[in-house]
């Protein structure tokens, strides 16, 4: 049964039975009254905390609540409303007035749920426009379902007073939401580590909500019980001192879904993913970072199976997204990730992740020096296994980024890089023990790069092809008895006249086209080379080769 018509229904039910009326509840308590009525009607806020403004029944014995009065006859009567107002038990949303008590108030005189899935259950905090002043540590406990509704992002100001000891709001009701306000902790007055917003109930709603200053992280989901199916849509997080949102991986937080997302300008990274299976749609992470030196991302992922769709990692302190070790399937794909001052993605120890479709720009920002470390390139793959980096655009083409308006000053001036000059040191960068990977279809001018190289990669079984880098020189490699090819090179210029006996294995189907500066250099049929009969170049001759994964064959 639809809310609506829960409503419609309790009404009718009030109308049929014999109601009372009267202005206040404090005047309903000095009437005796008759043993036939079943309903009170009470009208507006006539006096604060006066429980006005409600409709409530008949009660067998004392509630335990604090929506409740007794009438001269000794009755006791309770809330029947859906609608809770926290200005019933005394809120004035003045921002002056301390208005924790009144909340909890109205909080604890919302009715326990018997099953979680009937609408007819769920009940709404309605919080009127204003700022209310707390201490915080409100809790919607675990079988209430609750909507708690405010009169706008920027009109409801739920605001942590000075000295507070604990975060703002825990919402643990499953299928509960928080809806149209604000939740400010105030991080100037008040110690660190206060959240703002906590989720520890399955499927529950963040809905056109704006998050700012909190001493701690601004939103954390699942942190004391799983948050597993919750949902954040419209959410705009700002200027928190941890990160803006850290999904924990304490509590098995899985399948969130994240949509219209906007964290800007935290302490640590934008947001932190340590539980698996995420998915985030048109989220922005921007200038993160600006008060931790070692967590500064703007995707900071240390758990795997999440994907990023169209999402935008601009201008953070340290990568733009950040790929920790043992993670499997990540995917991003589409978007733009640029600006940031280490490189666009980092993965370390990861395998199995895709990077398709994806704006890969002006990364590196802050390698005003001019290294040419793997630290500044638009990807940078270290220690990593079966990963496909296809189908991207990167970059750099060496524009100045405007400064932007920080809450603290970031730790380099921003925008970190000198005009003129490019920042990223490559496109494409592997370190050490990265093999298996795929990289094809991807346009990286190398001439906008610090190196001029466009992809080092040094996976012996990578797959590389159709990239375009603009690179005009052909690799040199001198002649030996047993040579190992660059791993990302079709056409490879060998140098020198000592016979090649065998070349290093590559991954099975590679092709590539040997080149030979002069003559008499023999490639001999053998070893891994079985080529039919030996072959002796000329000068500017060629050499085609297909590998099987161990041996190499003539095309």
Not at 81 to 109: C, H, Q, Y
Not at 361 to 372: D, E, H, I, K, P
Not at 373 to 383: K, L, M, Y
Not at 430 to 453: C, H, K, L
């Amino acid at each position: 049964m639809p809310t609506d018509n829960f409503a419609r229904m309790l009404a009718t039910r009030a109308s049929q039975a014999t109601m009372a009326l009267t202005k206040t509840t404090a005047a309903a308590a000095t009437t005796a009254l008759s043993a036939d009525i079943d309903y009170v009607r009470t009208s507006g806020f006539q006096v604060a905390g006066d429980l006005g403004g409600a409709l409530y029944r008949r009660a067998g014995t004392q509630p335990s609540h604090a929506g409740k009065f007794q009438s001269a006859d000794g009755a006791w009567w309770e809330i029947a409303e859906l609608k809770i107002n926290p200005r019933m038990f005394g809120a004035k949303f003045d921002g002056v007035t301390d208005d924790t008590d009144a909340i909890n108030a109205a909080i604890s005189s919302l009715v326990a749920i018997s099953g979680s899935f009937s609408p007819s259950a769920s009940f709404t905090l309605q919080l009127p426009p204003g700022r209310a002043i707390t201490r915080g540590g409100h809790v919607i406990p675990s079988g209430i379902k609750v909507r708690i509704v405010g009169a706008g992002a920027y009109s409801t100001i739920l605001y942590l007073k000075n000295g507070a000891n604990t975060f703002l709001l825990d919402v643990q009701g499953q299928f509960s939401s928080v809806e149209s306000l604000s939740l400010n902790g105030n991080r100037d007055n008040n110690p660190g580590g206060l959240e703002c917003l906590r989720v520890n109930g399955a499927s529950v709603m963040v809905d056109r909500v704006f998050v700012a200053d909190a001493s701690g992280d601004g939103i954390v989901l699942g942190n004391a019980a799983t948050a597993i199916n919750s949902r954040l849509r419209s959410v705009d997080v700002r200027y928190c001192r941890g990160y803006g949102i850290n999904i924990s991986g304490a509590n098995a937080t899985t399948d969130c879904q994240f949509t219209d997302v906007n964290v800007g300008q935290s302490g640590k990274s934008g947001i932190l993913i340590a539980s698996s299976g995420q998915k985030m749609v048109n989220c922005h992470s921007w200038g993160n970072g600006i008060e931790d030196a070692a967590n500064n991302h703007g995707f900071h992922m240390i758990s795997g199976s999440s994907m990023l769709v169209g999402c935008e990692a601009e201008t953070n302190l340290g990568r733009g997204v950040y790929i920790g070790s043992g993670i499997k399937g990540i995917s991003i794909v589409g978007g733009t990730i640029w600006g940031n001052a280490a490189s666009g993605i980092y993965a370390f120890g990861a395998t199995h992740c895709v990077f398709s479709g994806i704006s890969i720009r002006n990364n590196g920002v802050a390698n005003t020096a001019g290294a040419a470390s793997a630290a500044f390139a638009n990807v940078h793959i270290d220690n990593c296994q079966f990963m496909v980096t296809t189908g991207c655009g990167m970059y750099d083409d060496a524009q100045g980024f405007a400064a932007g308006t920080y809450r603290s000053p970031p730790t380099f001036p921003y925008p970190g890089r000198t005009a003129g000059l490019f920042t990223v040191s490559r496109h494409y960068a592997e370190g050490a023990g990265s093999t298996n990977n795929v990289i094809t279809n991807n346009a990286m001018p190398a001439a906008q790069s610090r190196s001029g190289i466009a992809i080092a990669n040094v996976g012996a079984a990578n797959r590389y092809a159709s990239n375009v880098t603009a690179e005009t020189a052909i690799a040199s490699l001198g002649s030996s008895n047993a040579i190992t090819l660059p791993a990302n090179l079709d056409l490879i210029q060998i140098t020198g006249t000592t016979a090649i006996t065998s070349i290093a294995a590559s991954c099975t189907q590679r092709r590539v086209t040997l080149q030979f500066v002069s003559a008499g250099c023999v490639v001999t049929s053998g070893n891994n080379l079985l080529i039919g009969s030996s072959y002796t170049s000329t000068a500017g001759g060629t050499l085609s080769l297909i590998c099987d994964g161990t041996n190499w064959y003539r095309q």
